[in-house]
Each structure stands twice: as C-alpha cells, then as structure tokens.
C-alpha cells in the first residue's frame, strides 16, 4: 500500500520514521501469517509498506480487514490524507545475499530534515 507525500506537512517523514520505530514495528512482528513486512519512502514523493503473507488467504483478510478503516490509519492521520494505492501482487521469489537479512525497526538513512 502507498501513500503520497507530494502534498504532506514538512516533518511527515520524520514522524513516519518514529511511528515504524516506536509501535509500528512491534505491531507487524507479532501479525500472524505476516512473513515480512517492509516500510519504504522516497521524500516528498510515497510512503509505503509492502507485506509478505504465508498465503493468499491471509494476505486478503489482512487486506479486507485494513481497507475498511484505511483513512483513519495510524500512516494516514500522520500524512493527512488516505492511501492512493492499495494491491496485492505476486511475490515471485525472495532471496537472502550474502550479507544476510537484518529486521530492524529502523535502519540508517541519510537526510532527517524533512
């Protein structure tokens, strides 16, 4: 699911960062039938997360069950407005590089002015 942020308040990346960091994170790492999830952004342009499931009987309810209150979401009330894209795709592989997976409720990046 994606977010724009053409149009969201300076400081909206920011917040987004605490908001994975700080409840977020722990949020998705007890979803059952959740294998990943990953929080993504391009400043100024999107904010998503994209959800591996074990099924795509999970990956539906979760779906169904987030689009009924997607405006009022804990992402949306941050940016101030709704998602722009909601779609489930197929995952077509997954591979782990020799430097390993790391799951972290955040990771270094490079601006913090937003």
Not at 27 to 44: C, D, I, M, P, Y
Not at 45 to 68: H, K, L, M, N, P
Request: proline share 3%; charged share 25%.
């Amino acid at each position: 699911m994606r977010w724009s942020l053409t149009d969201a308040r300076k400081g909206t990346l920011k917040a987004l960062r605490a908001y994975v960091e700080d409840e977020s994170y722990a949020r998705f790492a007890g979803l059952e039938g959740l294998r990943f999830k990953t929080w993504r952004a391009h400043k100024g342009q999107w904010f998503e997360g994209s959800y591996v499931f074990v099924s795509d009987e999970a990956r539906s309810a979760f779906q169904a069950s987030f689009e009924q209150d997607a405006a009022e979401s804990a992402g949306s009330r941050i940016i101030g407005s709704a998602p722009i894209l909601i779609e489930p795709c197929e995952i077509i592989g997954v591979v782990r590089g020799p430097a390993g997976f790391r799951s972290s409720s955040h990771f270094e990046h490079g601006n913090t002015d937003d």
